[in-house]
């Protein structure tokens, strides 16, 4: 699957997906870091990637309507941090990248997955 990690999910993440066979690249990779969430959904529609956030304005489905996209991710981890972030992450990541996520919006949380 083609992925695309928003700056502010945990550079491990991009390791564990492209060990795992994913074509993966990164907003900080790109010199996007820091860049405006529209500008950010451009390249990843534009490169057909699947967009990993923890950024809640992405999920906004009138600014941003998910049958544009290639898939959005929105992870909504339990607590803050680094490390719970990833923990979570690779939680529920791996069982999410099977199914088929185009046109989609899917929140992650503990309690399961939304989509929209």
Known sequence: MKLKLDENIPAELLDDLREAGHEVDSVREEGLAGAP?????????AEG????????????????????F????????????????????????PSLLA???????????ERGLRWR
Do not use: N
């Open 37 to 45: 969430d529209p500008v950010v959904l451009e390249q990843a529609r």
């Open 49 to 68: 990637r699947v967009l990993l956030t923890l950024d809640k304005g992405i999920g906004d489905l009138r600014a941003y309507p998910p049958g544009r």
């Open 70 to 93: 290639a898939g959005i991710v929105l992870l909504r981890p339990p607590s803050s941090g680094r490390g719970a972030t990833l923990t979570f992450a690779r939680k529920h990541v």
């Open 99 to 109: 199914q088929s996520l185009s046109g989609r919006l899917v929140v992650v949380t």
